[in-house]
């Protein structure tokens, strides 16, 4: 009995030290927002494929431990931006793991105290992308008049297909259209470009965006089929910004058992890194890697492909990353 009531108390510290551990994580994080306080900056809220991670009937070792302990780490592509002056925040991508997401958001916007966003940019149709929407009908959040910006092919899915069209009808978002390589105004320090990219378009366009803060801006391109068959060259514009989050899904052959990755729209890790091969340190440097599939080992930080992007001179991006604008 005595044995017992020690163990429950030595339970009960255990629990306030690592209470006041989570504690010191959030002040660190307000700390970053307090640095950080009269720029724009993005957050990263996540940098997994549509699918996440553990990924839906995996066998394999990549998700066999993670279906028994999540991890927290492994979101959903998803890039938030805070502008802190005009006290605005803006989502890029609306994804299964929106909730976690809009809270983690608005953590860092020390300004806010709802989990909206001023604004939702949508890249296209495909799972990980726009389903997150759902949660703000009436079932979920019933939110008000929130701003999706999206491509005209895009928004008459939304507006022509349930249950997305009844987001529209009831008028929890308000559609505002985009244009190909039109800059939309934000606030007075961003701007937001979009562009069409090549994918697998069976609902809508899909686009990468160009985010422009008041002294840098980001290139932001989670899914591309192969970088040749693009109307725009890559290299060209990595030069034109100060970062670039680019479409890493598979990082070669091996985890989907095929040699010849020709065949697979996306551009693998080993095919990019030839590619940007030559360029300067300096511009290897602005290269992120995101949307990785459940499979790609730059998921963990220990792989011997991770050390291996790192020693080359690219950035694998990863949940939290915070950068100025
Ligand atoms: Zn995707
Ligand atoms: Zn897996
Ligand atoms: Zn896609």
Redesign the pocket.
């Known amino acids: 009995m005595r044995n017992l009531k020690h163990f429950l108390f030595s339970c009960f510290m255990i629990g306030i030290i690592i209470s006041s551990f989570g504690q010191q994580a959030d002040e660190q994080i307000t700390q970053t927002a307090i640095t950080i306080k009269n720029g724009v900056s993005i957050l990263i809220l996540g940098t997994v494929q549509?699918a996440g991670s553990p990924h839906i009937a995996c066998e394999k070792a990549c998700c066999a431990t993670l279906f028994k302990n999540q991890d927290a780490s492994r979101k959903v592509v998803s890039l938030g931006v805070i502008d802190s002056k005009a006290q605005k925040s803006f989502l890029f991508e609306a994804t299964p793991d929106i909730a976690a997401q809009l809270r983690d958001l608005r953590k860092h916007s020390t300004f806010k105290n709802t989990d909206i966003p001023d604004g939702i940019f949508l890249t296209?149709a495909?799972i990980g992308?726009y389903t997150g929407l759902m949660y703000l009908g009436k079932e979920a959040t019933n939110a008000n008049v929130v701003p999706v910006f999206a491509m005209p092919k895009m928004e008459r899915f939304l507006e022509n297909n349930g249950p997305w069209s009844q987001l529209v009808s009831h008028q929890n978002i308000i559609l505002n259209p985009l244009q190909n390589r039109e800059e939309t105004q934000l606030t007075p320090n961003l701007k937001v470009v979009p562009f069409t990219v090549p994918?697998?378009d069976e609902y809508s366009e899909?686009v990468g965006y160009r985010i422009k803060g008041p002294n840098k801006s980001a290139l932001f391109i989670p899914?591309i089929d192969k970088w040749e068959k693009w109307d725009a060259e890559i290299i060209s514009e990595i030069k034109n910004v100060d970062y670039a989050f680019l479409d890493a899904t598979f990082y070669d052959g091996t985890e989907i058992n095929t040699r010849d990755i020709s065949e697979i729209p996306h551009p693998f890790v080993i095919e990019s890194m030839a590619l940007f091969e030559n360029l300067s340190s300096s511009e290897k440097k602005k290269i992120h890697f995101i949307h990785f599939n459940h499979t790609n080992p730059l998921l963990r930080s220990n792989s011997e492909q991770t050390q291996k992007i790192l020693e080359n001179g690219f950035q694998i991006t990863r949940k939290g990353q915070r950068f100025e604008l």
């Open positions: 549509d296209h495909h992308h994918h697998r899909t899914d």
